[in-house]
């Protein structure tokens, strides 16, 4: 059965290339994720042909002149984007991410030894088979990464590739090979050259990876590089009974505890990382960490600003490491005012990150499943009856309150008033009720009554 599924694009921009005279082949990731039983999101071309002969076998197409100073043309073929470059060798790396420039080649071998790891180096074409010059496709069937050639050079020309390797680590769930491994804890220093938005990238899609919790543990010292607020967590002994785990395996544990969704990840992540700055021994010899979910969202928050994280993430990551630690009681009462305060994805979110948190305590201290089934199930069930939450849904508004002759803050602060009487169960959410029951000091003077004591 044949592995390799060209898309119609990526098969007809490969024919009219070959039948101009060039060699073609698709290349890198796509192969890679072919030879992996995976249908690949986009394919990149190599190509002989250089790109003002690459422009001429697209005459007639949308053409996207990305990188031609590196030899590269995006071509629109049936909707699809196709990023054709030509056979190239990179010149020095003095930015430690992109080459100072490039030099044409005619040998595809030449252009597949640029590239960062073996199983990223492979070519394919219809009727030509698989060019596989450095062992990417054994290194896949044994889950390896290991760079193209020399290691250390290929860190050197460009950092970015240590934290790719572990992304594939993570995400494929391989093994960097023990040469690669070395150069990449050697040149880690590296990394700070790196602009955030790329960094974020990538340390984005190695949390969301299924191996996590495994690279987390693996390579503190080479993430430390971009989160050295992860460095003191390494070996901390929390000396608390409800832990098993010094603080960063604990970390990596929980990490793997919580669905591969981004801002899920680095909740769990950071949820903790303000525990060393926050650390005491009480009287009873136990490890205290009092403030420390504050002060970790103090942390995150510093964090994912530096790293370039959207706002509205942050913002998310933010409150759920704040409140990770906080008691949910199976109190439908004080469930709606966790409602109310989240919102309810934040707060079916905020469930998720204490499951995860609990699941690697101390055995003795795990089983609370039980009791995170019962609070998502009592959240249904009040959401299920359409709960007044917020303001917005109370049967009153502005307009019934200034026609009492209320105005400005008196609005908002009867209607929060109103609020808080519902949520505690005090009142029912219905319009006449709740304005029966304002109190003498939210009412105001009917505007019909204003001015006339003598005014």
């Given at each position: 059965m044949n592995r390799f599924f060209l898309s119609p694009a990526a098969s007809r921009g490969l024919a009219l290339l070959r039948e101009a005279g060039h060699e073609a082949w698709v290349v890198g990731g796509c192969v890679r994720d072919m030879l992996l039983g995976q249908i690949p999101k986009d394919y990149d071309i190599t190509t002989s042909a250089?790109?003002?002969?690459?422009?001429?076998?697209?005459?007639?197409?949308?053409?996207?002149?990305?990188?031609?100073?590196?030899?590269?043309?995006?071509?629109?073929?049936?909707?699809?984007?196709?990023?054709?470059?030509?056979?190239?060798?990179?010149?020095?790396?003095?930015?430690?991410?992109?080459?100072?420039?490039?030099?044409?080649?005619?040998?595809?071998?030449?252009?597949?030894?640029?590239?960062?790891?073996?199983?990223?180096?492979?070519?394919?074409?219809?009727?030509?088979?698989?060019?596989?010059?450095?062992?990417?496709?054994?290194?896949?069937?044994?889950?390896?990464?290991?760079?193209?050639?020399?290691?250390?050079?290929?860190?050197?020309?460009?950092?970015?590739?240590?934290?790719?390797?572990?992304?594939?680590?993570?995400?494929?769930?391989?093994?960097?090979?023990?040469?690669?491994?070395?150069?990449?804890?050697?040149?880690?220093?590296?990394?700070?050259?790196?602009?955030?938005?790329?960094?974020?990238?990538?340390?984005?899609?190695?949390?969301?990876?299924?191996?996590?919790?495994?690279?987390?543990?693996?390579?503190?010292?080479?993430?430390?590089?971009?989160?050295?607020?992860?460095?003191?967590?390494?070996?901390?002994?929390?000396?608390?009974?409800?832990?098993?785990?010094?603080?960063?395996?604990?970390?990596?544990?929980?990490?793997?505890?919580?669905?591969?969704?981004?801002?899920?990840?680095?909740?769990?992540?950071?949820?903790?990382?303000?525990?060393?700055?926050?650390?005491?021994?009480?009287?009873?010899?136990?490890?205290?960490?009092?403030?420390?979910?504050?002060?970790?969202?103090?942390?995150a928050g510093e964090i994912l600003r530096r790293l370039r994280f959207p706002n509205q993430l942050r913002e998310k990551v933010e409150t759920l490491v704040r409140y990770h630690d906080a008691v949910l009681e199976e109190d439908p009462r004080i469930l709606r005012r966790w409602l109310n305060r989240l919102g309810e994805e934040t707060f079916f979110d905020l469930i998720l990150i204490q499951r995860g948190d609990t699941a690697t305590l101390a055995p003795a201290y795990r089983g609370r499943a039980a009791h995170f089934e019962r609070l998502e199930a009592l959240a249904r069930e009040i959401l299920a009856e359409e709960p007044c939450l917020q303001v917005k849904d109370l049967a009153v508004n502005g307009r019934d309150l200034m026609a009492l002759g209320l105005e400005g803050r008196e609005i908002g602060n009867a209607l929060r008033f109103l609020l808080d009487q519902v949520l505690e169960g005090k009142l029912p959410n219905e319009r006449t009720c709740l304005l029966e029951n304002l109190p003498e000091s939210c009412r105001g003077t009917p505007p019909d009554d204003r001015g006339k004591n003598g005014a």
């Amino acid at each position: 059965m044949n592995r390799f599924f060209l898309s119609p694009a990526a098969s007809r921009g490969l024919a009219l290339l070959r039948e101009a005279g060039h060699e073609a082949w698709v290349v890198g990731g796509c192969v890679r994720d072919m030879l992996l039983g995976q249908i690949p999101k986009d394919y990149d071309i190599t190509t002989s042909a250089r790109p003002e002969e690459t422009k001429a076998v697209f005459t007639g197409y949308r053409i996207i002149e990305t990188g031609l100073r590196h030899g590269t043309v995006t071509v629109i073929l049936d909707g699809e984007p196709l990023e054709i470059t030509t056979y190239r060798v990179d010149g020095d790396y003095s930015d430690a991410r992109h080459p100072d420039g490039v030099t044409f080649t005619r040998s595809l071998r030449e252009d597949a030894a640029r590239r960062d790891f073996t199983m990223n180096a492979m070519a394919y074409a219809p009727g030509e088979g698989l060019q596989d010059f450095f062992g990417g496709q054994a290194d896949i069937l044994d889950a390896r990464i290991r760079a193209v050639g020399d290691p250390v050079r290929r860190f050197q020309e460009d950092a970015l590739r240590i934290l790719r390797g572990l992304r594939f680590a993570s995400v494929l769930g391989f093994s960097l090979e023990e040469a690669t491994e070395a150069a990449a804890r050697q040149e880690a220093g590296r990394l700070g050259q790196i602009s955030a938005e790329r960094v974020s990238a990538e340390l984005g899609k190695l949390l969301t990876g299924r191996d996590a919790g495994r690279i987390l543990r693996a390579y503190p010292d080479i993430l430390g590089q971009i989160l050295p607020e992860l460095l003191p967590m390494v070996g901390f002994n929390q000396r608390n009974v409800h832990h098993c785990y010094d603080l960063l395996t604990h970390t990596a544990e929980a990490v793997n505890h919580v669905p591969p969704e981004l801002h899920l990840r680095l909740a769990m992540l950071l949820h903790d990382v303000g525990k060393p700055l926050c650390f005491s021994i009480g009287e009873d010899g136990q490890g205290h960490f009092y403030g420390h979910a504050r002060e970790s969202a103090r942390l995150a928050g510093e964090i994912l600003r530096r790293l370039r994280f959207p706002n509205q993430l942050r913002e998310k990551v933010e409150t759920l490491v704040r409140y990770h630690d906080a008691v949910l009681e199976e109190d439908p009462r004080i469930l709606r005012r966790w409602l109310n305060r989240l919102g309810e994805e934040t707060f079916f979110d905020l469930i998720l990150i204490q499951r995860g948190d609990t699941a690697t305590l101390a055995p003795a201290y795990r089983g609370r499943a039980a009791h995170f089934e019962r609070l998502e199930a009592l959240a249904r069930e009040i959401l299920a009856e359409e709960p007044c939450l917020q303001v917005k849904d109370l049967a009153v508004n502005g307009r019934d309150l200034m026609a009492l002759g209320l105005e400005g803050r008196e609005i908002g602060n009867a209607l929060r008033f109103l609020l808080d009487q519902v949520l505690e169960g005090k009142l029912p959410n219905e319009r006449t009720c709740l304005l029966e029951n304002l109190p003498e000091s939210c009412r105001g003077t009917p505007p019909d009554d204003r001015g006339k004591n003598g005014a």
